[in-house]
């Protein structure tokens, strides 16, 4: 049995905390789409471990995959890796050949996009690793295995983008080529590697990063990531067929919160949103930013499990809502007189309605079971996990 994981919201969901728990069932833990503006903290041993790019169930000694659909940082993987092994772990990876390297230049030009632009990024190149590959001039892991092929490929795009300097594309090849020496005995046919195992009767988990509604395609475009996070971004990104996809766990927060720019229509602001970031400890796992903070949105909610083909749900930081009397919900959209259960197409011309639910102290109150009847009776997903702490203890299957 195959299962993938995605986030339902705006990111950060608590996916890594759930893969890592769910993990220990499974053989191979694969990536998809995204690179190193992925940050998922998980505690392994009472020490957290903050990863963008490894697989998170590495932590428990399974192999993970790094898949053609990602976009890779050698730098970043590098840090990563010493930083494990530093801790006695040594990752078992497998690269994809097909996966698109981010390198300096690519960083360097978000920057600089991203201030006229203006969706507030997470800066690790992932946009323009997605826009040289969509372009034809990107660089694959593949390629870094000839010095020449580097030069080539980073010669077209710095001369596409205006920023060619010989002396440093001739430099940022050697360095690539170098690194990617490092890693040469994991740099595999991904998709062959994976399917074989497959085959042999290995269990596949596949980590989803980012989140349905940071997806380019169904994602609040254009605040959204540049690649697909929805499970379909498994098939295109690991070169696994839908039916290779066995059961689709969606993870949501009680609250929602999103980082950089864009439409969140429940936000909430002043001392009450403090309080909640505080709570949750909403900062970002990648850039530290503070965390947009505000409250369940269900249009966005029915969206995301219906475009995410979500199966079963994981409830987390269920414990941030200990405390509170009530707990906000937007149970739709008023558009122009009318209200809808979905999101509009512009968030601008409707504002949300809210209905009130208790809050509960523990997962045992009633208050809760009754929020979670809610969500699985508008989305049609069990609730199956909860998660109420940091610790992997503090997750609970329902049955
Ligand atoms: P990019 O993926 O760095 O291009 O950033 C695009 C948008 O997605 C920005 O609003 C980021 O803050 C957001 N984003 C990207 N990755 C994550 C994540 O792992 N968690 C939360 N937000 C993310």
Known sequence: MNVAVIGLQFGDEGKGKIVDFLS?????????????????SVV?????????????????????????????DLEALKGEVEILLSEGIEPKLVISSRAHVVTSFHREVEV??????????????????YETKAKRVGLRMGDLFYEDMIFKRLELMTKLWGIYDDERVRREARKLHA???????????TELWLNAAMDSGKS?????????LLDIDFGTYPYVTSSNTIVGGICTGLGVSPRRIH?????????????????????????????LREKGGEYGATTGRPRR??????????YATLVGAVDEIALTKVDVIYGMKNVPVAWEYRCSGENNTYPPYNFEECEPVYREYGGWDSIEDEEFREFISMIEGET????????????????????
């Open 44 to 72: 392994h041993d009472g020490k957290k471990f903050k990863l963008h790019l490894i697989p998170s169930g590495v932590l428990r000694g399974k192999i993970g995959v790094l898949g053609n659909g990602m976009v890779v």
């Open 179 to 189: 690194l990617a020496l490092e890693f040469k005995e994991s740099v595999k046919n």
């Open 112 to 129: 600089m996009e991203d201030e006229l632009i203006g969706i507030g990024t997470t800066r690790r190149g992932i946009g323009p690793t």
């Open 247 to 275: 059961r689709v766990i969606g993870v949501m927060k009680p609250y929602m919160t999103r980082v950089g720019s864009g439409p969140f229509p429940t936000e909430i602001f002043g001392e009450y949103a403090r309080e």
């Open 380 to 399: 049609g997903a069990r609730v199956k996990l909860v998660s109420y702490g940091a610790d992997r203890e503090n997750t609970r299957i329902i049955d």
């Open 24 to 40: 220990k069932d499974f053989d191979i833990i694969a990536r998809f789409s995204g690179g190193s503006n992925a940050g998922h």
């Open 204 to 212: 596949v988990l596949f980590e989803g990063s980012q989140a349905v």
């Open 293 to 302: 903070v505000g409250w369940l949105d269900m249009p966005l909610l029915r």
